[in-house]
């Protein structure tokens, strides 16, 4: 602690100067003061830690003092200093709170004796304020971290239930009432059983009290919740070994479920894409082995040529999947550039020309008045708005017609493809930017793909902050329509 | 018509109808072919075939239902069947559910795709 200062309070110079000298040398501060008045004025101004206190002095006496002291600065030890034939007044001074007294006549030494002492109890009364300050930080740390696990506890997604070693349910949160939909009012106090009437839910909790042991269990949607649950039970036991009761947590696992379900269909789905080609080729080469026997070359070719483009496809579809897979995790990198909407359209329009004249299909092309660019990357989306062109071609019965037509409007351009083919039925429309679907039927019996273009075409077109849609009638064509947003008119370099 | 037996095919993809076809044949037989479970039933209403080779998995109606529409005719229960199916290991999800073949009224079943000896074999031994 800081230097002890004392105050001497004695209308006795002698005293005040003995007692001085006593205490001198010792590390203290020492003043003095040669009325009661002084005194309580010099208390006032500097504040001390210990005053010495003659009882009898005119004016204002060592009583009034004392009593002043106390009311005002209890923390002052005041130690009374009194002849011996007023011993009886020092013993009355104690009970009004002095700490100790000396008769006089005093030796030095037994002056350092009672100071030490009152030193001593100044320290301690430090150190026991450090230690009370200390105790009560430690429990507002202890309050604030309950109201924190119990803000927890009621904010937890996962539905939490308590139950003693009888099963009676001691504690839950607010998930538990809503996931587990309990409509029991109170939960507290009533058995588990009465707020929750599964027996595989109440056998779980008996298991992990009865076992000792930590039981997982789960549950199907409508069983105990309308949501898939994962429910673990632990058994809660004393350091001594006594069984105090049971805590389960349930987990609403349903996204879990769906997502495992997608991915258990993907994969069958994949496997049933490669499989079934990869099938017909095979088929092709037994029945070639049996055909090259029997049959005339050409028969032979054809089988062979037909061969060929499944493997193709197949290849293709692996690709597709590939692609598709790489923009979905969006692995992807978009070159974008500002392209002219026009060059992009004329340039996939002369490289479907062949496929077209081969089976004297029109494809007429008539772009809006205005320029537009668009900022894109050209790899992707042309090979996204060629998908689209070429289904246009290969759902449309030979002499039949695709029209393309641009415009702008509201900062978009929209580009429109309309074809006099087949259609698409009411019922297939939906799905048709479905991964592997395909409309099947007669029409369509002879036209191959993988399934995955018009996915392919719509992640192209979404990436690129696009839009698509599509308008059918069966029997009187398709029209898709890609929508883009369009950038200034950017100057080349 | 001839005195040979007539065989139908009924599958989705023609180019696996045109292999087996090659191949059934080749084993001396006139081969009728159908693209889906509906035509199959038409084609057998047309002319009433010696024994049809169905695949399961097909649009418009699949092969189980066409083998349980056909069982159920008196006209057409006694004509053997022998189901294809490419998922012969028995994979369920939610899109192809594959019912178990010992459930099917078929006279017969086989993995696609079919070994050429194989199927004549099985033919021969249902005609």
Avoid at chain 1, 455 to 484: C, N, W
Avoid at chain 2, 103 to 109: G, K, L, N, P, V
Wanted: with cysteine.
């Amino acid at each position: 602690m800081d230097t002890v200062r004392i105050l001497i309070v004695d209308d006795e110079k002698v005293i005040r100067e003995g007692v001085a000298r006593a205490l001198s040398g010792r590390g203290f501060t020492v003043d003095k003061a040669e009325s009661g008045e002084r005194g309580i004025e010099m208390i006032k101004q500097s504040g001390f830690d210990i005053v010495l206190l003659d009882l009898m002095m005119p004016g204002i006496d060592g009583f009034a003092v004392l009593e002043w002291i106390k009311e005002h600065e209890p923390q002052i030890q005041v130690i009374v200093v009194t002849g011996f034939a007023t011993v009886s007044k020092a013993v009355t001074a104690m009970k009004q709170g002095a700490f100790d007294f000396v008769g006089k006549p005093f030796t030095p030494d037994y002056i350092r004796i009672v100071v030490d002492r009152a030193v001593d109890k100044i320290t301690l009364r430090a150190e026991a304020e450090e230690l009370r300050e200390e105790r009560s930080l430690s429990l507002n740390t202890i309050q604030q971290e309950q109201s924190r696990l119990k803000t927890v506890f009621g904010c937890m997604a996962e539905a939490v239930l308590i139950t003693d070693p009888e099963g009676v349910v001691v504690l839950h949160n607010p998930a538990a009432i809503k996931l587990l939909e309990i409509q029991t009012d109170p939960v507290i106090g009533k058995p588990f059983s009465e707020s929750i009437s599964d027996s595989v839910a109440l056998q779980m909790i008996e298991e992990a009290m009865s076992n000792g042991v930590v039981v997982t269990q789960e549950f199907k949607p409508g069983s105990i919740s309308r949501r898939y649950l994962r429910a673990h039970c632990s058994p809660v036991v004393s350091s001594s070994g006594v069984l105090l009761g049971s805590v389960t947590t349930y987990e609403d696992v349903s996204t879990n479920k769906e997502i495992d379900r997608m991915k258990s269909d993907f994969v069958a789905m994949v496997a049933h894409e490669l499989k079934s080609p990869l099938a017909s080729i095979e088929q092709m080469i037994y029945a070639l082995q049996v055909d090259c026997k029997y049959e005339a070359l050409q028969s032979c070719n054809k089988l062979h040529s037909r061969m060929t483009v499944r493997t193709k496809d197949l290849l293709r579809l692996i690709d597709n999947l590939l692609n598709l897979s790489k923009l979905e995790s969006g692995t992807v990198v978009f070159n974008l550039e500002a392209t002219r909407g026009h060059d992009i359209i004329k340039d996939i329009v002369e490289v479907a020309a062949p496929q077209a004249e081969a089976r004297n299909i029109e494809i007429r092309y008539l772009p809006c008045q205005e320029e537009w660019w668009f900022n894109v990357d050209y790899d992707h989306i042309r090979t996204a708005i060629m998908n689209i062109v070429s289904n246009a071609i290969k759902y449309t019965p030979d002499g039949g017609s695709v029209d393309i037509t641009t415009s702008l409007s509201g900062g978009f351009a929209n580009l429109v493809f309309s074809d006099s083919g087949i259609g698409i039925s009411q019922e297939d429309l939906p799905h048709i930017f479905d991964r592997f679907y395909r409309v099947k039927g007669k029409a369509t019996r002879h036209i191959t793909g993988s399934g995955l273009g018009l996915s392919l075409v719509k992640e192209v077109v979404e990436a690129h902050q696009g839009y698509i849609d599509v308008r059918s009638s069966p029997d009187q064509g398709t029209t898709f329509t890609m929508s883009f947003p369009i950038v200034e008119r950017v100057n080349a370099e | 018509m001839t005195d040979k037996k007539q065989i139908l095919l009924v599958d989705d993809d023609p180019d696996f109808v045109e292999a087996v076809k090659v191949i059934v044949e080749s084993g001396g037989y006139d081969v009728q072919v159908a693209y889906d479970g509906q035509e199959g039933l038409e084609a057998v209403a047309e002319n009433k075939p010696d024994l049809i080779v169905l695949d399961v998995m097909m649009p418009v109606m699949n092969g189980h239902e066409a083998c349980a529409k056909l069982k159920g005719d008196d006209a057409t229960k006694e004509i053997p069947i022998i189901l294809l199916t490419a998922v012969a290991d028995r994979v369920t999800t939610s899109t192809y559910t594959h019912r178990d073949m010992l459930e099917s009224e078929a006279e017969d079943y086989m993995p696609k795709p079919v070994e050429p000896q194989e199927l004549l074999e099985r033919i021969k031994s249902w005609l």
